[in-house]
Each structure stands twice: as C-alpha cells, then as structure tokens.
C-alpha cells in the first residue's frame, strides 16, 4: 500500500510542495527532508514538519542534495551550491555552518551530489562535479582528494574500511587506512551503488540495474536488469536495500527487485504514486 504525504496548507509547517531530493531518518528517527529550494524540513509530529531555510536559519542554500550522519551526533546537510551546514541532534532547532566553509578548498565545490562520513578519518566525505573532498572534523578543515583525480564523484559508499566511489571517471575503490585508490575497470556509470556481501547493485545511467558477484575479484560476474525485465526505466537515480528486496527510483516510477528470486514490480501513478520522477 503507498501512503502519500501532501501538502497541508492550513498547518503553520506544511510538508513541502516543491520536489524533495533526498530522504535521511536519522539514529533517533527523525525524518527529514532535502528539498528544492524550500530549504530543510525535519518531522516534529504527524504530517507536521519543522522549515529551515536561509531567511530563518543559518542555512546556506535553500535547495538541499544530500544527508549524511557523523559519530558524533550530527547531522551533515550538502546544497546544490556546494556548500555544508549541519545540525546537532542534542539542539535540532539549530542550523550551523562549519568552520572554514569560506576556503578556497571550500570554494570549488559545486554541487554536492553526495556525502558519507568515515569513522576511521573522522570525516565527511563529499562527492562533487569538480571532484572528490572531504571535511576532517578533528581539523574543521576542508581538503581535495588529491591521491588521484577523480572527476564527477556521482555516490560513494563504506564497506569494510574501504569507500567506493562511483564517478564520471568510472568505480573507485579507496583504502580508507592508506588512501589509496584503484579503479576498477569494466564497471558501468552509476548514480548509486550499493554492497551487498559478495554482491554489488549498481543502478547505471540508462542501462538499468547491474547485480555484479564476486565484484573484488578480477572476473566479477554481472547480470542486468533492464525495462525489458520489468524494471520501470533503465535511467536509474537511486537504489535502497531492505532486507533481500531492493528498491528502484527512476524518472518513470519505482521499482522492487527481490533480490533472491530476480522478480521485478514496478509502480507507477496508478499505483498511487503523485509522481513518476523519483
């Protein structure tokens, strides 16, 4: 069953009628939302949500691209202009901006696509069109990645104590202990990826889904799934595992693969769905 949350104009918070770009419910499970240009909102009851914007808040954009959450009890906010806010969960009215986010490190970041944050630096990493940054929170410092260049950083992932960094360049795979990276050849463009033990899902810019085995080793083995299969669209923005199912948003509807059995549903609006584009 798809339960939809709409707009409700009488509330003093209403949910966001502008298109939301990504989704974080946090440790303590609080759901909060990255919208286009109607700032960051954050769930404070049923259907009820808390705005933060740049005229209420320090905020620095209003159209917010990505969420991650540190070790520390915060929660790292990423804007389609590049810029870094967070909130610390013990004070969530409070919006704050990092120190050192007017260097000229901090300054060549464009859209943040992106972030993840490492527990073994203590860091957020941050995945850009201009490249692969990261921010030590030990320092308050921003820094390039510069072990390698890589160039259009679309998602990354930790597993393990590695970081796998999907890019315009291709699939990187980074030694989070030395830094080190290497490439792994033959891998598609993807928007996102996700480990799964042996397996990697990465959801490809208009070839769909690729279920890869034995992804480390030197002969991978991959199957795809495809609109031929079933799947909603083969351009595919985002992937979600939950438990043996994994979810598929698209520009044409979502989709669920049971990763166990390869049967694919998609959903569209007649389904319920108030929108195709996810």
């Known amino acids: 069953q798809i339960d ?18 990504a989704i974080h419910i946090d440790s303590n499970d609080n759901l909060w939302l990255a919208t286009t240009e109607f700032g960051l909102c954050r769930q404070v009851g049923n ?13 620095l954009s209003n159209t917010i691209t ?12 990423g804007t389609v202009d590049g810029h870094l806010n967070y909130v610390d ?8 901006v990092p120190e050192g986010y007017k260097s000229d490190i901090a300054r060549n970041i464009d859209v943040v696509l992106g972030m993840v944050y490492d527990d073994v630096n ?37 597993d393990s104590g590695k970081m796998l960094v999907s890019s315009l360049d291709g699939l990187y795979v980074i030694d989070l202990k030395t830094l080190k990276a290497e490439k792994k050849e033959g891998f598609p463009v993807c928007m996102s990826l996700i480990p799964d033990g042996n ?6 810019y208009g070839e769909g889904v690729y279920k890869v ?23 595919i923005n985002g992937l979600i595992l939950d438990g043996f199912y994994l979810w598929i948003t698209t520009e044409n509807g979502l989709s669920r693969l ?9 959903y569209g609006m007649n389904d319920g769905l108030k929108s195709m584009s996810f």
């Open 89 to 96: 969960m013990s004070s969530p009215d409070v919006v704050r």
């Open 122 to 158: 203590d860091c957020i990493w941050l995945m850009a069109r201009s490249g692969l940054y990261y921010y030590d929170l030990g320092r308050s410092a921003f820094s390039e990645y510069s072990n390698v260049k890589i160039s259009g950083c679309l998602s990354a992932f930790i």
């Open 213 to 235: 085995d034995d992804w480390m080793s030197e002969k991978p083995v991959m199957t795809v799934y495809s609109e031929k299969d079933g799947l909603a669209d083969n351009q």
């Open 4 to 21: 939809n949350l709409s707009p409700i104009e009488t509330t003093s918070s209403p949910i966001p009628s502008t298109p939301v770009r």
């Open 258 to 266: 049971d990763t166990q059995t390869g049967e694919l549903t998609s």
């Open 199 to 204: 397996t990697l899902w990465l959801g490809s």
């Open 66 to 77: 990505a969420f991650c959450e540190d070790g520390h009890g915060r929660i790292w906010i």
């Open 47 to 59: 259907r009820v949500f808390r705005n933060y914007n740049t005229d209420n808040s320090a905020l």
